[in-house]
């Protein structure tokens, strides 16, 4: 049994989908939590298109029938787990009738839905940004963790909480410690002895111990003046963050951006110098992906003109400032440094790297790596069964702004289109954004199948085709942000969770409008 | 049905229950060739190259499709087998405008292989003179009818591997095809352009127009390496000649795709030689970029995070790693911020 929640898979993860899907033919139970009817939907035992932001009411009710219908594992709960008074006290509070009024989804299906997830085990929990980008991001992830400790699910194979990673290394980079508040391997920069390790194996006297930026306060820093120098390395900043009018007024503030990419991008025209990168096919290296599998990266040709190797261009800025670093090769900076820093990772070395490659945590030679987490008990001891509330969206639709716009990608693009759009044949087969609404909300306004729109937030305003579908419910607008002219973040709302400042790009207030005179030409 | 034992060309070998012909018998290191056969996916026997002697049996089987039985006798190497699949691959290279020549799957051709080891030229039968016009009004995938011998590898793959369900038999007879939803070409039906049905196909009938007389099978090489797209970690076959991605395949039972490859991953490898990649290091001056040296770009950084440093504190400085490149150049920056400029300000899109 899979239960699927905020994620497009056949779009965004089209590999992993496949394997859904196969056993879909294979006889498992699929669920599809998602307000757009996806085209993973269309294979599932029962789609369930819940209101866009209404993640947590809806399983909060359906942890309420659980606990009181008495379907949640008991034993498992129990011996495993932690914190289940205080979860069950909190679900009370959200009987299938109050869930259904904040989520759409009726109090008769949220028990059914309920009954079905408890009567097959194990069952696999997957999702995506639908559950992370939200102002209560954090809150959803740990509605999805409770439901699976609930059900007695988590620590088995095709059992768990499986959140796909959108971007090829972003676990990678997540475990190398670019993050604000951890060294490589999640060692916190608060922790003294993670320091003082640290300090010794990189020759310096005094690391910093206090958590530093996250990239929203790196932004905003840039208006504020706490931060004079930008170095942003392979991010099209300009483009994928909320509200691109306010951002690009943050990048403008800067005394000084160094920029590190493969081409021009809409970031870089902010910067004071670019550094050519070597892409992808012109590394050694690894990537890490989303169930923490090492992989090789290996060399097919070499950079064009003069462009160089990111971690080379670190070393030498590094040198001019006095550090010499002795790695001369991604293999040197792996075998020496990370698995010698990384304890979970202890056991990677370039050697055990071939054929496919191993997933952390490995910490010695020996270890053949783990594909399953929590196996038997959770890592961190029990796990704590947390209890959340729901929260609207930051902006909700009102008078003025009467649909609320969802964002993420297509299956033809990726991102700003750096890459994919350089790539032959892509743009031919997706040339260009356009804006999904449902065929009421079409009706409404008399809007036809590709006509073009004006798409209004309180941030901005993009004019693109509408795309008329039945996968869209009403009341939503749908759009991506592969495109620069009718990119979805010009009127995305820069609001965001404030544990992980992850920004709410699932759902901001929009209005919809035919070109005409009346409309509102100003971008 | 029981597991067991069974006779494999006089020899009693074991078997699992419900392991076919053609399982047991690569088990135990007994050559069968197979054309239509794509593992993960229902046999249908279609091609009929697998062809073996089962005692007791009226006529020969396919030993992809038949299970194996307790006791049974299974002869694989009889003058009768190869006479049988001989003139089976006559019948499908007579099919067909197989001229190897111009294909540009030779080297890659699994008939061209069979055609080869059984000595046959397809002159035997006459050859149909009207084949379905070739395909290739969509960017990625050329699909020639005439090399097609309807093996249905690729609606194998499409249905059972893949799940995209955008091909399927069409047509009946002499008349036969591999059609989408109402026979519309690839780029007006349900398929997403994933490829797998290029990446299986024994023939040159679905080729990938990009490649298109880059190189010859044997020109390239093949460098295993991981997907630069989403996070699913796709291993993949890159097919190098002179210095130059011309093809990118799935590198077929590896963990985690298993031979699959999403529209992105196949086809989104050639940014990398695009006109557009920037070359040498650049310097904004009086609001202009103009080229400059390394060592040139490089002491104006290290001056300017000096600078900031002395006057504004190693705060003042944030950094933005990049989630698509790989682990190691993450590892360096963030001890570039650490240890020698002395601050945490660093992040990546993890959050965004």
Same mark, same amino acid.
């Given at each position: ?200 194996? &990189? ?274 607008? &749908? ?45 | ?34 054309? =239509? ?189 991981? =997907? ?33 490859? =999403? ?90």
């Amino acid at each position: 049994m899979i239960l699927v929640i905020g994620s497009n898979m056949t779009e965004a993860h089209p590999v992993a989908a496949s394997f859904v899907k196969q056993a879909v033919l294979r006889g498992a139970q699929l669920y599809v939590v998602d307000p757009r009817r996806t085209a993973l939907a269309d294979m599932a035992t029962l789609h369930i298109p819940i209101r866009v932001g209404s993640d947590v009411a809806f399983l909060n009710g359906l942890m309420h029938v659980l606990i009181s219908e008495n379907l949640y594992d008991r034993e498992y709960v129990e011996s495993r787990c932690t914190g289940f008074e205080k979860l069950k006290a909190k679900v009370q509070e959200y009987p299938p009738e109050r869930a259904s009024e904040i989520c759409g989804i009726s109090a008769d299906m949220i028990r059914d839905v309920a009954r079905r997830l408890a009567s097959v085990k194990p069952g696999m929990l997957a999702y995506t940004l639908g559950i992370t980008e939200h102002i209560c991001g954090v809150s959803n992830v740990l509605s999805c963790a409770n439901l699976q400790m609930l059900l007695g699910n988590v620590g088995f194979e095709c059992g768990g909480v499986n959140p796909l990673r959108g971007q090829n290394n972003v676990q990678g980079a997540c475990d190398m410690g670019a993050l604000p508040n951890v060294f490589p391997g999640y060692q916190r920069v608060d922790n003294a002895d993670a320091r003082t390790k640290f300090e010794k194996a &990189w020759g310096v006297k005094k690391l910093p111990d206090k958590p530093g930026l996250m990239i929203p306060q790196m932004i905003e820093g840039l208006t504020n003046g706490t931060v004079k120098l930008f170095y942003i390395f392979g991010e099209n900043l300009a483009n994928t963050e909320p509200d691109i009018r306010h951002v690009e007024h943050c990048l403008e503030s800067a005394e000084f951006v160094v920029c590190h990419d493969i081409f021009q991008t809409e970031t870089t025209r902010f910067a004071h110098v670019i550094f050519p990168a070597a892409a992808w096919s012109e590394n050694d290296g690894t990537f890490t992906s989303s169930e923490r599998r090492i992989s090789r990266v290996r060399t097919a040709s070499l950079p064009p003109g003069e462009a160089k190797p990111n971690w080379w261009i670190f070393k030498e800025i590094a040198k001019r400032m006095g550090h010499e670093w002795s790695a001369k090769s991604a293999r040197e900076i792996w075998d020496n440094e990370i698995s010698q820093l990384a304890p979970s990772m202890a056991g990677v070395k370039y050697a055990r790297l071939r054929g496919d490659g191993l997933q952390w945590p490995a910490p010695n030679e020996e270890h053949p790596g783990t594909a399953t987490l929590h196996r038997d008990r959770f890592t961190s001891g029990l796990g704590a069964l947390t209890p959340v509330d729901w929260i609207p969206p930051a902006e909700v639709p009102d008078e003025d702004y009467p649909l609320v716009l969802s964002t993420g990608r297509r299956l033809y693009h990726y991102h700003t289109r750096t890459q994919t759009g350089r790539s032959a044949g892509l743009n031919d087969l997706l040339g260009e954004e356009t804006a999904d609404i449902s065929p009421s909300d079409a009706k409404a306004l008399s809007i036809g199948h590709g006509e073009m729109i004006g798409v209004k937030s309180r941030r901005g305003q993009v004019f693109v085709k509408a795309n008329i579908t039945d996968r869209i419910p009403q009341g939503v607008v &749908w759009m991506a942000f592969h495109f620069r002219e009718a990119c979805a973040n010009w009127l995305t709302n820069p609001a965001f969770d404030p544990i992980t400042l992850t920004a709410e790009y699932k759902a901001c207030a929009v209005r919809i409008e035919k070109v005409g005179e009346k409309t509102d030409q100003r971008i | 049905m029981s597991s067991g034992t069974f006779l494999l060309d006089g020899k009693t070998v074991s078997f699992r229950p419900g392991e076919s012909i053609l399982d047991a018998a690569r088990k135990n290191a007994t050559d069968i060739p197979t054309l =239509c056969f794509l593992r993960g996916t229902t046999p249908t026997g279609a091609c009929r190259i697998c062809l073996v002697e089962v005692k007791g049996m009226r006529t020969l089987s396919a030993a992809c499709s038949t299970p194996v039985s307790p006791g049974m006798e299974v002869l694989t190497d009889t003058p009768r087998v190869h006479a049988a699949r001989k003139l089976n691959v006559e019948l499908l290279l007579s099919s067909g405008r197989h001229d190897c020549l111009l294909c540009e799957s030779s080297g890659n051709c699994k008939l061209q292989e069979l055609a080869y080891r059984y000595q046959i030229d397809g002159s035997l039968f006459k050859k149909p003179d009207q084949f379905y016009p070739t395909e290739d009004a969509n960017p990625l995938i050329v699909r020639d009818y005439s090399r097609c011998i309807l093996c249905g590898r690729c609606v194998q793959a499409c249905n059972e591997l893949v799940v995209n369900r955008a091909i399927s038999h069409g047509y009946r007879g002499a008349k036969s095809k591999i059609v989408t939803g109402g026979d519309a070409p690839y780029h007006q039906s349900e398929c997403v352009f994933c490829g797998q049905c290029v990446e299986v196909c024994p023939t040159g009938a679905l080729t990938e127009k990009k490649a298109k007389g880059t190189a010859r099978a044997w020109e390239t090489k093949k460098i295993r390496t991981t =997907c630069p797209y989403c996070g699913v970690g796709c291993q993949m076959w890159l097919h190098v000649k002179d210095d130059r991605i011309v093809k990118v395949t799935a590198a077929e039972g590896a963990a985690p795709n298993r031979g699959r490859l =999403c529209v992105k991953g196949r086809f989104g490898y050639d940014f990398i030689y695009s006109e557009e990649r920037l070359k040498t290091p650049m310097i904004r001056e009086n609001g202009q970029l103009r080229e400059a040296s390394w060592d040139e770009a490089l002491d104006l950084v290290a001056a300017k995070l000096k600078e900031t440093i002395e006057r504004h504190g190693p705060d003042a400085i944030a950094g933005v790693s990049s989630a698509r490149s790989i682990n190691e150049d993450s590892y360096q920056m963030q001890k570039l911020f650490r240890s020698v400029i002395g601050t945490n300000n660093i992040d990546h899109c993890a959050r965004t």
